[in-house]
């Protein structure tokens, strides 16, 4: 394209126009305004579907794996936010509100049908069944042979052996395998004896009393006990372990149906309302918008304007206008 002197000067003079305007940060400023003036009264149904939010939530979470440098720099943030020395000042309860420890308290406790549905399931398993049977049997395999009185009465240690031997002898077998074969015998018993058991220690009353009791143990302890229970050095396997969770979960049916199925039922909820709402759902307001956002933007718009990006970006789009038939004839007839 054959360049004409007048047009590369109108566009020069264009160019240095927009250049000073965006310079000053109040233009910036009065833009970044207006548009949200306008953004604000648009309804979310006139400029997005369903299926356009449904698509681009399914592609970014769902069908796009995080990356291994993600992995890393989550593995990163939680070991910093462990190590970090404030842990050791900080106490437990600077970051956790005692009123709500009090609200969890009170709801725990008063669900006393799932709680006893919970026992009931755990007194159930044979595993708990297993356990109390060999406690039994070991406390009094254990009493029999460290009983206070035997050791603190003469003669009544070898009383309590003759007579473990005695016991032997009429049942033709060991004291173990005897006490072993009752409890299996009555197994059934037990359990239901120890359902009734921790069901009358952990009533409402009992329950929510005990959580107080935990959390005036610990509400004093620094948070930097948490290296206690969390393996610092561990964290890059441990993190990877929850990612494989998560990329397994993410190619699921099941969870694009959730996201599916979420998704149209917020949007169901929303599309009628303006997008002054749904920002103010995430607090995002004018207040934010003025003294916030375009201080965040005004200084990417200077770094573009010095890096002559915009200008020539800009030359681009007015070279098509000023060459374009219709600029050529306006500009002919003043000639």
């Excluded at 149904?45 to 681009?56: G, P, T, V």
């Excluded at 004291?175 to 409402?204: F, G, P, R, T, W």
Aim: proline share 3%; glycine share 2%.
């Amino acid at each position: 394209m054959q360049q004409n002197p007048m047009l590369e000067q109108l566009i020069e003079a264009h160019l240095d126009f927009l250049a000073h305007e965006f310079s000053q940060p109040e233009t910036v400023q009065q833009e970044f305004l207006h548009f949200y003036h306008w953004f604000r009264k648009q309804h979310l149904k006139d400029l997005w579907s369903c299926e356009q939010l449904n698509a681009l939530l399914q592609k970014q979470i769902l069908d796009t794996p995080a990356s291994a440098f993600l992995i890393e720099q989550i593995a990163e943030h939680i070991r910093f936010a462990l190590v970090h020395p404030v842990n050791d000042s900080a106490k437990i309860a600077d970051v956790i509100p005692v009123l709500t420890i009090d609200k969890i308290a009170q709801y725990v406790a008063s669900k006393s049908g799932h709680r006893q549905r919970l026992i009931k399931t755990v007194v159930s398993n044979p595993a708990f069944s297993a356990m109390i049977s060999q406690l039994i049997q070991h406390s009094i395999q254990d009493y029999l042979d460290n009983s206070l009185i035997a050791k603190s009465v003469p003669g009544v240690s070898r009383f309590m052996k003759m007579g473990k031997s005695v016991l032997e002898t009429v049942t033709d077998s060991s004291l173990d395998s005897a006490v072993s074969a009752y409890l299996q015998k009555n197994i059934l018993k037990l359990s239901q004896m120890s359902e009734s058991v921790l069901n009358q220690h952990l009533d409402d009353d009992k329950l929510y009393h005990l959580q107080a009791n935990i959390w005036h143990k610990i509400k004093d302890l620094p948070l930097s006990v948490l290296k206690n229970y969390i393996e610092v050095q561990d964290l890059p396997q441990t993190v990877v372990l929850g990612h494989e969770i998560w990329d397994f979960m993410r190619q699921s049916d099941y969870l694009k149906q959730q996201l599916h199925d979420g998704v149209h039922a917020w949007y169901v909820r929303n599309q009628e309302r303006t997008f002054d709402l749904l920002l103010r759902d995430l607090n995002i307001d004018e207040a934010l918008i003025q003294q916030e956002l375009q201080q965040l933007l005004n200084p990417v718009i200077q770094q573009m304007l010095s890096q002559q990006y915009l200008r020539e970006r800009a030359r681009l789009y007015l070279e098509k206008f000023y060459y374009s038939e219709p600029a050529q004839k306006i500009l002919d007839t003043r000639t």
